[in-house]
């Protein structure tokens, strides 16, 4: 298993509602990544962070925004909860600095219903 | 946008047979391929990678090749054991880090013996 966990494991919201996923990335990562994962499907890219900063987006709403904190653990935010909100989300931390691509490490990820 | 196509969709094969997962990707600069292996309900595990500068990696009875002129990747699983069975997701970096990537949509293998 890699260092990686999120809280909390399970959640239920209600359309309209807003929501606040945690992830502490592995000791010495320092960029934390975002994806969620509908059923069935493979995960997509939301934003990551590095040394605190969003540093690259894909394709989904302001809604959807997220912070990190000097420990490098991040939380993901999603506003105005709409039913098709209900998925996977998984954060992944690397170590991210000179040298070659580096690998992420996955953490077990959040399971949110929207109701 | 950038896209990842992954087939087929979903494998059988027999204990003991080799199993190939292909991809492609639209992303010219993608330089980092990871795939992982993902079992129901957990998370999905790396379970090999390559980089752009290499053509071929093993591990074991895993190994994954790359051909970046069409921009195809594949898996291979030799000597299929039932253990195998899971979803793959082959995934091409979008970023120079390589910590923005795109995923294919998996491939479900089943692994009979």
């Known amino acids: 298993e890699t260092g990686v966990t999120q809280s909390p494991t399970h959640l239920i919201k209600t359309r309209g509602q807003q929501v606040t996923l945690r992830c502490s990335s592995q000791s010495g990562h320092n960029t934390v990544s975002w994806y969620q994962q509908a059923l069935g499907q493979g995960p997509q890219f939301i934003f990551q962070y590095y040394r605190e900063e969003e540093n690259g987006r894909g394709n989904f709403p302001p809604r959807f925004s997220g912070l990190q904190f000097p420990n490098y653990s991040s939380e993901l935010n999603v506003n105005a909860l709409e039913l098709d909100d209900s998925a996977l989300y998984l954060c992944?931390?690397?170590?991210?600095?000179?040298?070659?691509?580096?690998?992420?490490?996955f953490g077990p990820g959040t399971r949110l219903l929207v109701l | 946008g950038e896209n990842v196509e992954q087939h087929p969709s979903t494998l059988s094969v027999q204990e003991g047979d080799s199993a190939v997962i292909k991809c492609t990707y639209s992303d010219s600069a993608s330089n980092y391929f990871p795939w992982y292996k993902q079992e129901l309900g957990k998370r999905p595990q790396l379970i090999i990678d390559i980089r752009s500068n290499v053509g071929e990696k093993k591990d074991q009875r895993i190994a994954v090749t790359l051909n970046k002129t069409a921009k195809h990747f594949s898996l291979h699983i030799t000597e299929t054991q039932p253990e195998d069975s899971a979803v793959y997701f082959c995934?091409?970096?979008?970023?120079?880090?390589?910590?923005?990537?795109?995923f294919g949509k998996g491939t479900t293998l089943s692994v009979s013996s």
């Open positions: 995934a091409a970096s979008i970023n120079q880090a390589g910590t923005a990537l795109i």
């Open positions: 992944a931390s690397s170590l991210v600095g000179g040298g070659p691509v580096k690998t992420q490490y």
